[in-house]
């Protein structure tokens, strides 16, 4: 009778597919990424970035449109306070001796409102902010691009709330973003 590990050895041979193998630390399959599969992921992560980036991109320029019509609106607000002190956009300060003798100049803009996004902290600079035309009961305000490719061009805004742009864009696409 043969011994009972020449049978078992025997079995998997058959189950294998093979000769029996000597007893020892079973052999492992060592097997890595071929070039194909490699160059097929590089084309799926190109594919991916190509159509995810012009969509970042778009999605910064709207929200730094939108950070350019706020800082406008701020403009707006802080012009219309120096309003209702002295009835007049470039006279100010009611408490001087007299009242409303001092004379408020386009430069005179707060330096946290002369930027997009407003403010010291505000992130990387995307419109510069002018009031561009002052007169006692009306002004003009302009946000310009620091990026000349920008579709909406300059944002402006009038003292009776009147919106333009100067880009291809348009009022409607521009505004509304």
């Not at 995810?52 to 701020?74: F, H, K, M, V």
């Not at 707060?110 to 992130?123: F, I, V, Y």
């Amino acid at each position: 009778m043969p011994h009972p590990s020449c049978a078992i050895r025997a079995t998997r041979a058959a189950l294998v597919g093979g000769t029996a193998r000597p007893p020892g630390p079973a052999r492992s399959r060592q097997r890595g990424l071929t070039l194909v599969e490699i160059m097929v992921s590089v084309v799926i992560v190109g594919i991916l970035t190509a159509v995810a980036i012009p969509g970042y991109q778009d999605y910064i320029r709207r929200a730094a449109r939108s950070d350019a019509q706020l800082t406008l609106q701020q403009v707006s607000s802080w012009l219309e306070r120096r309003y209702a002190e002295c009835n007049s956009y470039i006279r100010i300060n009611a408490a001087s001796n007299p009242p409303c003798t001092e004379v408020l100049a386009a430069s005179d803009l707060p330096a946290e409102l002369k930027r997009s996004p407003s403010g010291s902290g505000g992130g990387t600079k995307r419109y510069d902010v002018t009031i561009s035309s002052l007169a006692a009961q009306s002004y003009t305000l302009q946000a310009v691009p620091v990026d000349s490719n920008d579709k909406c061009g300059t944002f402006e805004l009038t003292s009776v709330g009147v919106r333009s742009v100067t880009g291809p864009l348009g009022n409607d696409n521009c505004w509304r973003r």
